[in-house]
């Protein structure tokens, strides 16, 4: 229940609020592309940071104190950006409300191993990332409430920040200091990094960097290469966003299923699906972005890829280093934040030559390129 939370508020609008609000935030503090790649980039970077800080935090302190600061950073950027004055403050908030998903994630793989029995850890972890659509969904539902009621976007951001004072409380009432909790400790970094330096990982790694090059793209520019091609036929431009974000959570509810899937066809099977999903999700934005059917698609599969891959890194490092399996988790999401951080500005400057579009279909190249990695991915199984 409390990962639940957590994800939902910090990775739903922590993480997508911005590309949401994208066109209302470049009318209000007027900015261009190459800014729009560079304030994502900013918050992506604050959320690598956040990864790396907790897994510092969580063998000494135990997983509740990240969650904690994770939640109080998220209630901080959102009222940040509300009251934003302008372009800096505003860039501040967003990359506060980014860092939080990076406090309020990996704890819970932690948790997981010291609370839940092994045969239901799949399913736990699989619903905890899977919060992350509902808080989309919840938050495309509020932002397309004020659009459709003429409120400003800045009603919808203070909205998100009392919500997330959620997380603050969430630790505090669901979780006690049996099971470990509490429990602290220090990890000998040096070991960890020569456990983590396995030739069965790297597909992992590599997928999980690929992966965060592509979605980081994708949800820094879709709203706005959708906006820029003239929008879609019927829906005013402050619309977009919060419709297409309500197709994407969804969509993505169907991630609550990733470990049976993986249980019933196999993980290499699954990843196969997924990638060929995702390089479809950024072709049909880049050719199709004023088509409703190619963007609700392209939104659909970009969820359902988003919500199923968060949930198979974290049980599939779990399964590799079930001893370090928040270390190892930390360390695969330091990747996908890795290619979240580098995408997006450099998406920004070949969009210059390039073209938006023809830009994202690049990346959507690079979904194809990593199916060659899936082909080293050894099934999981009990």
Not at 90 to 112: D, E, K
Request: hydrophobic content about 55%.
């Amino acid at each position: 229940m409390t990962g639940f939370i957590a994800t939902a508020i910090t990775f739903g609008p922590g993480r997508m609020a911005y590309g949401m609000f994208l066109p209302q935030l470049r009318e209000e503090f007027g900015f261009g592309t190459s800014t729009v790649g560079a304030i994502a980039g900013a918050a992506f970077a604050a959320f690598f940071v956040a990864l790396f800080l907790t897994g510092w935090l969580t063998p000494r302190f135990g997983p509740r104190l990240p969650v904690l600061i994770g939640g109080c950073l998220a209630t901080a950027g959102f009222a940040l950006t509300a009251y934003a004055p302008g372009l800096v403050t505003m860039s501040i908030g967003v990359a506060l409300a980014s860092a939080s998903a990076g406090f309020a994630w990996t704890p819970f793989n932690s948790m997981a191993e010291q609370a839940v029995e092994g045969h239901h850890q799949k399913r736990v972890l699989s619903i905890v990332s899977t919060g992350t659509t509902f808080g989309i969904i919840a938050a495309g539902l509020l932002a397309l409430g004020m659009a459709l009621w003429g409120q400003s976007w800045r009603i919808a951001w203070w909205a998100f920040a009392a919500i997330a004072l959620g997380v603050v409380a969430a630790p505090r009432l669901l979780l006690s200091r049996r099971d470990g909790f509490e429990r602290g400790g220090r990890l000998d970094i040096r070991n960890i990094f020569a456990r983590l330096r396995c030739r069965e990982a790297v597909p992992l790694y590599g997928l999980a960097l690929s992966f965060g090059a592509t979605n980081g793209t994708y949800l820094s520019y879709w709203i706005d290469h959708i906006s820029q091609s003239g929008g879609l036929t019927g829906v005013p431009a402050e619309l977009i966003g919060p419709v297409l974000f309500v197709a994407f959570g969804l969509a993505g509810c169907l991630g609550l299923l990733t470990g049976d899937v993986v249980e019933r066809i196999g993980l290499k099977a699954l990843l196969f699906a997924l990638f060929a999903g995702s390089a479809a999700s950024l072709l049909l934005l880049a050719f199709m972005p004023g088509s409703w059917a190619g963007t609700i698609v392209s939104a659909a599969l970009q969820g359902i890829c988003l919500m199923a891959l968060s949930a198979i890194y974290s049980f599939w490092s779990e399964r590799l280093f079930p001893d370090i399996s928040s270390a190892s988790f930390t360390a695969v999401l330091l990747l996908y934040a890795l290619g979240n951080v580098a995408a997006p500005p450099l998406a920004g400057l070949l969009s210059g030559g390039l073209g938006l579009g023809m830009t994202l279909a690049l990346f959507g190249g690079l979904s194809l390129a990593s199916l060659l990695l899936v082909r080293r991915v050894r099934d999981i199984h009990e």
